[in-house]
């Protein structure tokens, strides 16, 4: 027989892991060994340690707990097949899975079918997008209602929308509001403090209004920077940032454009912007087609990788006349010719940038020679 030293180790293993190993050991008619090993103190008391009771009532009642598994697998396949026999059966108008339980679909304002995973998956998909509008799957023009999306998103998901709700709902009601810099919760502000408090359960951390960081009273938000040379690099960094971010005029959210496109930049709220100068347009009037000669304009089109180098380059040099070049021990900037090189080497280039190919010169026709 082969033997099998099995030695718990508590960082690693669970104590259902471990019991797992026994018995698939035992079935196996291996010989099982514990190796002993000095008593040791329990940091926690064990009628306080959750996770141990849990694994505890888990072993001792294992049996019962598979065996209603089990039968609630029959049961659901039972309940499936009857609905099916019976012509019972939901189809998902997304996913087009056609086995579905009446109570395993929801439905839009238009009553078209989806199943809860392709809601799910759409919402996140949506919330990843910073909209709050759920329109149905279908592309009947109706929507989700309320109702509907809480019974069939998970809890998570649900939290994160309700709070774009509150905070679409707040910046709609005109009122001075602030964000947590680390979860985004909103909520209404005095101007009269510095302090914003975060209210959200999971997180509930006071932060600085004015450096956006943890509460660091009574020191003063430029006394909390311990490190000169890291706060030079920072102050660059920042700077640099700040270049090739955007701004929106109506919601102020930040964003930036990775390829190259029209300048024409349409925010999540509604708003139109020049990407070039970042301000406000309402057509096309504001640019000029690519290579005219006009100026004053705006380009429609740019190419983005030379776009911002030259707006990274132009930031570093004037934030570095601002910082102490000796606590500049690291220079943010020394890479970007490098780095950018690479990401043109890497990137395809755009088809308004490319230079027509001439066509090839026709060969002319051979005349045999006459022998004199």
């Known amino acids: 027989m082969n033997s099998m030293f099995c030695r718990r180790q508590p960082k690693c293993k669970s104590l259902l892991k471990v019991d797992e190993e026994l ?49 609630k697998q029959q049961e659901e396949t039972d309940r499936r097949k009857i609905a099916k026999e019976n012509g019972l059966s939901v189809s998902c108008q997304c996913c087009f899975a056609d086995d579905l339980l009446p109570e395993e679909v929801y439905s839009c304002t238009n009553d078209c079918c989806f199943c809860g995973e392709c809601i799910r998956k759409s919402c996140e998909l949506k919330l ?73 359960p999971e997180c509930m951390k006071e932060t600085c209004r004015l450096c956006k960081e943890l509460n660091h009273l009574p020191l003063r938000c430029d006394e909390v920077e311990k490190d000169e040379d890291v706060k030079a690099r920072v102050h660059v960094e920042n700077k640099m940032t700040e270049a090739i971010l955007r701004t929106c005029h109506r919601c102020q959210r930040k964003f930036i454009k990775e390829e190259d496109g029209c300048n024409k930049i349409t925010c999540i709220c509604g708003a139109v912007s020049c990407y070039v100068c970042n301000k406000p347009v309402t057509g096309y009037d504001h640019f000029i087609g690519f290579g005219d000669s006009r100026s004053e304009q705006c380009p429609l089109y740019v190419d983005m990788i030379a776009l911002q180098q030259r707006e990274l380059t132009a930031a570093a040099d004037e934030a570095k006349k601002q910082v102490d070049p000796n606590r500049l021990k690291t220079d943010p900037s020394i890479d970007l010719d490098k780095y950018f090189g690479h990401k043109r080497q890497n990137t395809t280039q755009p088809t308004w940038m490319q230079e027509p190919i001439p066509p090839p010169n026709p060969r002319e026709p051979e005349v045999p020679r006459q022998d004199e």
């Open 128 to 200: 990843g997008e910073g909209d709050i509008q759920f329109p149905c799957l279908a592309d009947c023009g109706s929507q989700f209602a309320w109702k509907t999306l809480q019974a069939a998103l998970p809890p998570t998901l649900l939290s994160k929308l309700s709070q774009r709700y509150t905070e679409s709902e707040i910046r709609a009601a005109g009122l001075k509001v602030d964000s947590c810099p680390f979860c985004n919760f909103p909520n209404t502000i005095d101007e009269r403090y510095t302090l914003f408090q975060c209210f959200n």
């Open 23 to 71: 018995q698939q050991a035992e079935q196996n008619g291996e010989q099982v060994m514990n190796c002993r090993r000095k008593p040791t103190t329990m940091r926690v008391d064990p009628g306080e340690d959750i996770r141990l009771l849990q694994e505890l009532a888990y072993l001792e009642h294992r049996t019962d707990i598979l065996d209603c598994k089990l039968k």
